[in-house]
Nanobody
Framework: VQLQASGGGLVQAGGSLRLSCAAS????????VAWFRQAPGKEREFVAALTRGSTHYLDSVKGRFIISRDNAENMVYLQMRGLRPEDTALYYCAADLRYGFDQTSQRSYRYWGQGTQVTVSS
């Protein structure tokens, strides 16, 4: 499967953005999906995952971000509200067909999009 992320941009603190991840390939609805982010000088970190209808979020984005998918369109979304300067990062979508792995670990995802930049100004 190939993934392509889009939707990033520059937004003021408190603003909103919706990231999109378009997937190609068959049976994408069977894949578990996630978003990760990497800020300059920092490690890539887990943001949100959607596995068999269940969602899981990084504590600092709970209540502000929502991960969702549209299987008919082979799309994954990350709706972000109440953005903060500390949310500034390159955001990546990820997917994998295997189950039973730690959904918050980047090692458990074999397929990655190219990243889309989110910059939040104060």
């Amino acid at each position: 499967v190939q993934l392509q992320a889009s939707g990033g941009g520059l937004v003021q603190a408190g603003g909103s953005l919706r990231l999109s991840c378009a997937a190609s390939g068959r049976a994408f609805s069977s894949y578990r999906v996630a978003w990760f982010r990497q800020a300059p000088g920092k490690e890539r970190e887990f943001v949100a995952a959607l596995t068999r209808g269940s969602t899981h979020y990084l504590d600092s984005v709970k209540g502000r971000f929502i991960i969702s998918r549209d299987n008919a369109e082979n799309m994954v979304y990350l709706q972000m509200r109440g953005l903060r300067p500390e949310d500034t990062a390159l955001y990546y979508c990820a997917a994998d067909l295997r189950y039973g792995f730690d959904q918050t670990s980047q090692r458990s995802y074999r397929y990655w999009g190219q990243g889309t930049q989110v910059t939040v100004s104060s």
